[in-house]
């Protein structure tokens, strides 16, 4: 038995039919899904990283969502470097089809904020990828890592020089302005009332921003007269 198929015998024994059932609806999946809790799948994937890894990395698996995010998360637990795992990263990007197998496992490579001037090459590369979950990869790193006073200008310019039309790149775009709206409020509003976004994205970042509450109330009536018709 591979290592894979020991993990999904491991994982069918604990399926959670309910869980399932509300993962299914905040989750958009093509993928079979079988409703087993994210931290028992952070605890699986903690093992795997410590225990011969690659084995289970470079086996085939069957499209399963929490086969594939197993993947991700077992990544992001391996004490490499950014560097060293993006040639392992990109084969498990284009495997993912929802934002769930992103979001966590972007959070989980802490290992770039110490290879920031390295990554953010690939970041640049990754936003203009024709995978809307590549693209997504980007933005949510750049949210996470890179949103400092220095940084603003460049990423309001990649912020805007994303074209992939997909939702979920949309929604971190809008995500990661948010969180600039949040952090530098006067220089973001500057961009909010001057940038070249689509009509969706720029509304849904102003959105995010006003539920935001750490964007103050006056920002907030701002940010009310920005949206775009």
Request: hydrophobic share 40%; with cysteine.
């Amino acid at each position: 038995m591979t290592k894979s198929e020991e993990i999904l015998q491991r994982l069918e024994l604990v399926e959670d039919v309910k869980y399932k059932e509300f993962n299914q609806k905040i989750v958009p999946t093509r993928q079979r899904v079988l409703g087993i809790r994210v931290p028992l799948l952070r605890e699986i994937a903690k093992e795997i990283a410590k225990d011969n890894p690659n084995s289970f990395l470079e086996e085939p698996k069957p499209n399963i969502h929490e086969m594939v995010f197993l993947e991700g998360l077992t990544l992001s637990y391996m004490k490499k470097s950014f560097q060293e795992l993006l040639p392992l990263l990109e084969k498990y990007l284009l495997k993912v089809d929802n934002w769930a197998q992103i979001d966590s496992v972007m959070a989980g490579l802490k290992s770039v904020k110490k290879e920031k001037e390295s990554t953010l090459l690939t970041i640049k590369r990754w936003l203009h990828s024709e995978h809307e979950f590549v693209v997504r990869s980007g933005l949510v790193l750049l949210l996470l890592y890179y949103v400092e006073e220095e940084n603003l200008e460049m990423i309001f310019q990649l912020s805007e020089s994303v074209v992939h039309q997909g939702y979920y790149v949309k929604m971190a775009n809008a995500w990661l302005l948010s969180v600039c709206m949040a952090k530098f409020p006067e220089p973001t509003l500057l961009f909010f009332q001057k940038n070249s976004l689509d009509v969706e994205t720029h509304n849904k970042a102003l959105q995010k921003s006003r539920e935001s509450f750490r964007v103050s109330k006056e920002h907030k009536e701002v940010l009310k007269k920005l949206k775009r018709g």
